[in-house]
T-cell receptor, first 111, second 112 residues
Framework: GDSVTQMEGPVTLSEEAFLTINCTYTATGYPSLFWYVQYPGEGLQLLLKATKADDKGSNKGFEATYRKETTSFHLEKGSVQVSDSAVYFCALNRGYQKVTFGTGTKLQVIP | NAGVTQTPKFQVLKTGQSMTLQCAQDMNHEYMSWYRQDPGMGLRLIHY???????DQGEVPNGYNVSRSTTEDFPLRLLSAAPSQTSVYFC???????????FGQGTRLTVV
């Protein structure tokens, strides 16, 4: 079946540091890939997405590139802020509206 | 811009009690689903619906019932609550022409 593996957290960074959160997936076909963010006490919000190989999703300074050859969708940001502290979920959807999520990575950014 | 609305936000139940978690969306999305979020396990699909009158089981359906009588509403029923159902529950909706899911704020349920 489908699965998503993302790096375990928590990840603690100083403000303005570079962020990478690794995500790899297993799925047949050509899934759409997503990063969702969950701020404390809130639901999940879509951060960015990519729907086909080599697509780059970007939003709020975050980027991720759909790499089919390595089945990866790593999340990056060049300079994190305290306001980026949240839990980040990598996810895939093969079009049957059943989203498969990773376990989430908690990011804490300290001033 | 209501989006996906879940009620209640918090609930404490005693073992064996039943209750219904409410979910409503005002975006006319065809697809709706329920997930539970547990530490270290991400989100797991409980039940989903591809349209009014059509529902199906997800990964962890035991102990839960759903129905979809209208496009807008997708309630989740706990028949006889157990401590293992202590979790945070999220409802989501997706338009049929997209794969992006929109989530509610969640319901934190504690079963004692």
């Amino acid at each position: 079946g489908d699965s998503v593996t993302q790096m375990e957290g928590p990840v603690t960074l100083s403000e303005e540091a570079f962020l990478t959160i690794n995500c790899t997936y297993t799925a047949t076909g050509y899934p759409s890939l997503f990063w969702y963010v969950q701020y404390p006490g809130e639901g999940l919000q879509l951060l960015l997405k990519a729907t086909k190989a080599d697509d780059k999703g970007s939003n709020k300074g975050f980027e991720a590139t759909y790499r089919k050859e390595t089945t990866s969708f790593h999340l990056e940001k060049g300079s994190v802020q305290v306001s980026d502290s949240a839990v980040y979920f990598c996810a895939l959807n093969r079009g049957y509206q059943k989203v498969t999520f990773g376990t989430g990575t908690k990011l804490q950014v300290i001033p | 811009n209501a989006g996906v609305t879940q009620t209640p936000k918090f609930q404490v139940l005693k073992t064996g009690q039943s209750m219904t978690l409410q979910c409503a969306q005002d975006m006319n999305h065809e697809y709706m689903s329920w997930y539970r979020q547990d530490p270290g396990m991400g989100l797991r699909l409980i039940h989903y619906s591809v349209g009014a009158g059509i529902t199906d089981q997800g990964e962890v359906p035991n102990g839960y019932n759903v129905s979809r009588s209208t496009t807008e509403d997708f309630p989740l029923r706990l028949l006889s609550a157990a401590p293992s159902q202590t979790s945070v529950y999220f409802c989501a909706s997706t338009p049929s022409v997209s794969t992006e899911a929109f989530f509610g704020q969640g319901t934190r349920l504690t079963v004692v």
